[in-house]
């Protein structure tokens, strides 16, 4: 019942940010045919950023070859629009039952606080498992449509690892809800843009290496991901441990205080 209504409550949002983000990689997709001739020319002008060609990972994928372009357009979109989404979803899970005074209600039902809060979290999981499902089954289709040899190794990985990278910040936003009485969407998407920024910032700084270990897009990174047909096991197993230390927290925590009617 409670995963149901989250799922409900959530459609709105997850048909927009669905619609706005698969369309507009789906889009730059079939266009790359058209843009094709003036990527030579392109690279040409991004090798000579400096600091911006290794943020955005241009010196590893090519915007000539369809991944390359794949990566470094759609990648782009996807990872902050993913990333900005999962943020918005997790920080108001369990904040809006006292900021729209119906948690006296929720918890009348007959569940445990336990159980309340591991299906809302279920929810979670399946909203942010479709709306990446959507974005690589659109993604998987426009190789084809564009003539282009479709890399299903390098596609499924780096879909996987977003998928990863925007539960974990889901999870850190969930986190947060269980301190918070209303929602505060302005802490979940600035924890989200914090994380984007320091993934830029620890691959130009040698200051800031160490905030590859911090940040979840670092592992997520599509030039990465799919120059080395591998995703790096060690920080994707900080974030998958992350995830699981940030709902066991928040359960824990939102399991004892006392919560306003």
């Known amino acids: 019942m409670i995963i149901k209504h989250e799922l409900k409550a959530n459609l709105k949002t ?9 369309g507009m990689d789906f889009g730059f997709m079939l266009m790359y045919p058209s843009l094709q001739a003036s990527m030579n020319k392109a690279m040409e002008a991004y090798a000579n950023m400096g ?8 010196d590893r994928l090519s915007m000539a070859e369809p991944l390359g372009f794949y990566g470094v357009y759609v990648g782009a979109i996807l990872s902050l629009g993913g990333a900005l989404f999962a943020a918005m979803i997790g920080i108001g899970l369990l904040s809006k039952e006292e900021g729209g005074h119906t948690s006296e209600f929720l918890y009348t039902l007959p569940y445990s606080r336990v159980s309340i809060v591991l299906q809302k979290v279920a929810a979670v999981f399946l909203i942010i498992l479709s709306f990446n499902v959507v974005n690589l089954l659109l993604g998987l289709l426009s190789f084809p449509l564009i003539g282009a040899k479709l890399a299903l190794k390098e596609i499924l990985l780096y879909h996987l690892a977003q998928f990863v990278m925007q539960f974990e910040i889901a999870a850190i936003s969930i986190l947060l809800s269980a301190f918070t009485k209303k929602i505060n969407m302005g802490i979940g998407l600035g924890v989200a843009m914090l994380f984007y920024f320091l993934d830029m910032m620890s691959r130009v700084l040698e200051q800031l290496k160490f905030a590859k270990y911090v940040t979840p897009f670092y592992y997520a990174n599509a030039a990465d991901v799919m120059g080395t047909r591998s995703i790096e096991q060690p920080l994707i197993w900080i974030g998958v441990g992350t995830t699981i230390i940030c709902i066991v927290l ?12």
């Open 14 to 22: 997850f048909l927009i940010w669905t619609i706005i983000i698969a």
């Open 250 to 261: 928040g359960l824990w925590y939102y399991n004892k205080r006392d919560l306003a009617s």
């Open 51 to 58: 600091a911006l060609t290794t943020a955005f990972g241009m």
